[in-house]
């Protein structure tokens, strides 16, 4: 039943959101076990603390493929934390450690502008409006640490991928969420968000409500209604493991070797490649399913 007093869908601040994610590569790269990485963790507790949520640090170490330990940090922040009824919202917030995609130039330093920061940029500016205004419904907005320390190449596993998301699925408190939906790589020019096999999988009924509502939006372009093959990412964990159905909002390009972004685990992967549009696009369409949950008008 439609909730006559619900909030109303909030317009998302695309400038809010750049800034958000310009913050994020000022500290420079968020490589595990650095100072970086440990100063932007606690602006991030910091900025969810500011914004209104309830927020619990998950600290936890991680073996990664090359043997080195890891020091990892699932941030999350919990609106209307008394709710039972909940949604997850994630992006990791970590950045590559090697620009292995550009073999000519492998030891360049990766940013991870887009490749991190602007899904955490999304969410920020969502976890702002949220403060601002909060409906009628638990949202628990969670910055997945350790995702992108994973072995490439045809030998790599799938599990080397993720580790922050894998603790996270493993160690859930509290209740269980309806669904999740994951921002990752959300800041490139003219993005295209396509429906991958492992979302459609776990979260069918997800896939065509979140496509149909950026259709209904003027989102399309962005949204198209096309399907990718599998991709190993942070949903895959928290689907299998955890059991929310939980899909990806991933910018994925057919015309590239790697099928997405060029300036992907690069060291391209600046500030400069970021498009406000495109954050606004997938800020404003995951902005609208939350609200239009809480509301009952989905």
Not at 158 to 185: C, T, V
Request: glycine letters at 10%; hydrophobic letters at 40%; charged letters at 20%.
């Amino acid at each position: 039943m439609p909730d006559p007093n619900a909030k109303k869908v909030p317009v998302f601040n695309m400038d809010s959101a750049y800034a958000y994610v310009a913050a994020q590569v000022a500290f420079g790269p968020r490589v595990p076990n650095t100072p970086p990485h440990d100063r932007t963790a606690a602006w991030l507790a910091d900025k969810l603390k500011a914004l209104g949520a309830e927020v619990e640090e998950q600290k936890f170490t991680a073996t990664a493929y090359t043997g080195t330990e890891l020091r990892g940090n699932n941030i999350i922040g919990r609106f209307n934390p008394a709710m039972t009824d909940r949604i997850l919202l994630c992006a990791h917030w970590d950045t590559r450690h090697i620009a292995d995609s550009d073999l000519a130039k492998p030891g360049d330093v990766v940013e991870g502008a887009d490749d991190g920061a602007s899904g955490v940029g999304v969410l920020l500016e969502i976890a702002r409006q949220i403060g601002l205004s909060t409906p009628d419904i638990g949202v628990d907005i969670v910055f997945l640490d350790l995702e992108d320390y994973g072995e490439s190449g045809g030998g790599g596993s799938a599990e080397s991928w993720g580790l922050g998301a894998q603790y996270f699925a493993r160690n859930l408190s509290g209740p269980k969420h309806r669904y999740g939906i994951l921002l990752d790589m959300v800041g490139g020019k003219n993005a295209r968000f396509l429906q991958d096999a492992v979302s459609r999988h776990y979260a069918p009924q997800l896939v065509d409500k979140v496509w149909k509502q950026a259709a209904a939006m003027g989102y399309g372009a962005y949204f198209p209604m096309e399907k990718r093959g599998n991709i190993i990412d942070d949903h895959l964990f928290i689907n299998q493991i955890a059991g929310i159905p939980t899909i990806d909002i991933l910018n994925y390009r057919e015309e590239t070797e790697t099928k997405f972004v060029a300036h992907w685990h690069t060291g391209n992967d600046g500030i400069d490649v970021i498009d406000k549009r495109s954050l606004r696009a997938a800020g404003q369409v995951v902005t609208a399913i939350v609200y239009r949950e809480a509301a009952g008008t989905l």
